[in-house]
């Protein structure tokens, strides 16, 4: 075997595969997703059966700390929703073991929504 493919084999061997958590439902999206050993967050996607109206709400995406205040809190993702009904995020987000993403978004118009996060552990 050469050895591009047998490092190609090792690298394949040790990824783990990724998993999926799928959130639905209708009315205000308030979902945590929390980090138990350590995860990478590798694509997150919210689809919207219908579009918003103009109500000024924002999908909001937090990566907080744990034991740190709420100062800490980063947003890693923010957008007003009037007339988005999809939202694909595809840069990785490195969660610690214990450290938590929320996703937050009012849905006034009570808009049937599904979330779907890929995670792995590398």
């Known amino acids: 075997m050469s050895s ?3 490092l190609l084999m090792s690298l394949l ?3 783990s595969c ?3 958590t799928q959130v639905t439902g209708s009315g205000p999206i308030n ?3 929390v980090s138990e050993d350590g995860v990478v967050i590798r694509t997150m ?3 919207l059966v219908g579009v918003p109206g103009d109500n000024d709400e924002d999908l909001v995406i937090k990566h907080k700390i744990t034991g740190s205040s709420p100062a800490f809190d ?3 993702f923010q957008n007003d929703m009037d007339g988005i009904s999809d939202v694909v995020l595809t840069d990785p987000i490195f969660l610690p073991a214990g450290d938590t993403l929320t996703v937050e978004f009012a849905n006034s118009d009570n808009i049937q929504f599904g979330l779907n996060i ?3 552990g590398n």
């Open 18 to 20: 990724p998993e999926s």
């Open 4 to 6: 591009s493919k047998q």
């Open 31 to 33: 979902y945590a997703f």
């Open 45 to 47: 996607s919210l689809h």
């Open 13 to 15: 061997s040790n990824a």
């Open 74 to 76: 980063t947003v890693r």
């Open 118 to 120: 890929i995670h792995g």
